[in-house]
């Protein structure tokens, strides 16, 4: 397993990296064989329960952040977002066109501590729930993944 | 110009940016909208948009229910892809995570008369005002999404209740294929259209191989396209990875005049289209493309396009969602066709 790589701030005009979901056809035989497995760690360089994320203060109140776990076009893109003591994780995937919710690095629509916009296509998602409940992916949510606040430490949590 | 104060009965029972509207007007009972310094109003046939440049209001005038198809659209694809040009006056840019709207800017005369105005706004606040119009403008009866025929004149009067169910009908997203368990649902509920009786209604038999069983899908785009309830709204059919197949039933005009920020694949599946090409910065006429059943084109990444078809056909849009292409695009560091004759 490869470790946490914390996506580095953008630079003026830095554009951000690629890779997004697995959408390939091992995804694809993956959801037909209806594993009991969450359909975030069926994805490739999905973290370990207990695998250590970041520090709380790298994700500033309010904010959102993004982890990268493995290389290349398959690597895993984890979302962290933050509210007062409070932080979410969910897989940098939106349901609607499959791509990541930012298009540069580390740069998310956030609104007041609650919301965030895919900036490709507005749709929005609540924080506490990833629940899209405006755009056009209304009704979907974005695929939760656990996580464990501890000693001001975020880590993967248990499903 | 007086400024219009947010006014949350026009907003949604959720948390979003507030939308600046007016009351509603005595007469015709329509608000009026701000967005930055651009000023919507409506009456009972027309949209009045007007913006500042060279010291005066300037205005553009449109058909009401073409201003809310295109807003529809605009609304429903999240600002799409690049340009959505209302028409050859108005429009907007997605910057993807702000949008800029215009008007005049790609309309040559205009612009070079300075009589032309962008403005930019964060995302979230231009599309709420954006369904916002939608809420307040579209009347009882009328659906920005149907066809003339299915939809009438409801559009036209002073306001006569609205259709909220119309522009708010649920969208579904899929994450691979429709019809895989657990991905978006096939249609079967759906009506077939009524230009598309003819169309086998029957999905493929799947034979896999040993070991492959339970691991192979297949579904029958033809009749899950028959069952469209919209026009000119493409949805996702297959994802891999950043490719896109994003299949969509055609009548009548496409109610918006795209400028491409990437190429965009037309593979025409029934039917025709009847495509008017030109140059997106100046909209001047560059090609016309009438594809039939079985055409492909590939639509280049400098020009916007608008279709029309007189029967309701199927078309598949192919899209590559990169991320990075406007700017490749933009840089010149890739040729804005495909292909070199």
């Given at each position: 397993m490869v470790g946490p790589r914390p996506d580095p701030l953008p630079r003026p005009g830095e554009v951000g990296a690629e890779g997004v979901s697995r959408t390939d056809a091992a995804l694809a035989v993956d959801v037909l064989t209806a594993?009991?497995?969450p359909a975030w760690r069926q994805r490739e360089g999905a973290p370990a329960a207990g695998t250590r994320v970041c520090d709380?203060?790298?994700?500033?109140?309010g904010s959102a952040r993004e982890f990268h776990f493995g290389?290349?076009?398959d690597v895993f893109r984890l979302l962290v977002l933050r509210s007062g003591g409070k932080v979410w994780g969910y897989v940098?995937?939106?349901?609607?066109?499959?791509?990541?919710?930012?298009?540069?690095?580390?740069k998310f629509i956030l609104f007041e501590h609650s919301r965030i916009y895919c900036?490709?296509?507005c749709a929005v998602f609540r924080?506490?729930?990833?629940?899209?409940?405006?755009?056009?992916?209304?009704?979907a949510s974005l695929e939760r993944v656990p996580l464990a606040l501890e000693a001001s430490v975020v880590s993967i949590g248990i499903d | 110009m007086a400024m219009l104060e947010p006014n949350?009965?026009?907003?949604?029972?959720?948390t979003s940016p507030p939308v600046k509207a007016s009351a509603p007007?005595?007469?015709?009972h329509y608000r009026k909208f701000e967005l930055g310094q651009f000023l919507f109003e409506r009456d009972e046939y027309f949209v009045t948009i007007t913006w500042p440049a060279k010291g005066a209001r300037q205005q553009h005038c449109m058909s009401a229910d073409a201003f809310l198809r295109a807003l529809m659209r605009d609304v429903a694809w999240g600002f799409f892809y690049g340009w959505v040009n209302f028409d050859g006056m108005f429009g907007s840019r997605n910057l993807y995570g702000r949008v800029e709207f215009f008007a005049g800017r790609y309309n040559e005369a205009y612009h070079k008369a300075g009589l032309s105005y962008v403005e930019q706004f964060d995302s979230p606040i231009a599309m709420e005002t954006c369904k916002a119009m939608l809420r307040d403008w579209c009347n009882a009866?009328?659906?920005?999404?149907?066809a003339p025929a299915e939809t009438?004149?409801?559009?036209?009067?002073?306001?006569?209740?609205?259709n909220i169910a119309a522009i708010e009908r649920f969208r579904v997203a899929t994450k691979?294929?429709?019809?895989?368990?657990?991905?978006?649902?096939?249609?079967?509920?759906l009506p077939v259209n009524r230009a598309f009786?003819?169309?086998?209604q029957d999905e493929p038999e799947i034979k896999a191989e040993p070991g492959f069983e339970g691991k192979l899908h297949a579904f029958n785009l033809f009749k899950y396209l028959s069952r469209s309830?919209?026009?000119w709204n493409p949805s996702v059919t297959s994802v891999c990875r950043e490719s896109l197949f994003c299949p969509t039933t055609e009548e009548y005009i496409l109610p918006i005049i795209h400028g491409n920020d990437r190429v965009e694949w037309f593979i025409q599946l029934s039917d025709e289209i009847d495509w008017e090409v030109a140059d997106k910065?100046?909209?001047?006429p560059r090609a016309r493309v009438l594809m039939k059943p079985g055409d492909v084109a590939a639509m280049p990444a400098d020009i916007r396009h608008q279709g029309f078809a007189t029967k309701r056909s199927m078309l598949l849009v192919w899209e590559n969602?990169?991320?990075d292409l406007p700017k490749l695009y933009e840089s010149g560091k890739l040729k804005p066709y495909p292909v070199e004759f």
């Open positions: 594993s009991i497995e709380l203060e790298e994700v500033p109140d290389e290349g076009r940098n995937v939106c349901p609607h066109f499959s791509t990541p919710l930012n298009t540069e690095s580390n900036a490709t296509h924080f506490e729930d990833g629940y899209c409940e405006d755009g056009p992916c209304a009704g | 949350v009965a026009t907003a949604p029972a959720k007007d005595p007469r015709t009866g009328f659906d920005p999404f149907a009438g004149a409801t559009w036209a009067g002073v306001k006569n209740g609205d691979r294929m429709p019809g895989i368990p657990g991905d978006s649902p096939l249609r079967d509920e009786a003819d169309v086998a309830d919209v026009t910065e100046t909209g001047k969602a990169r991320m």
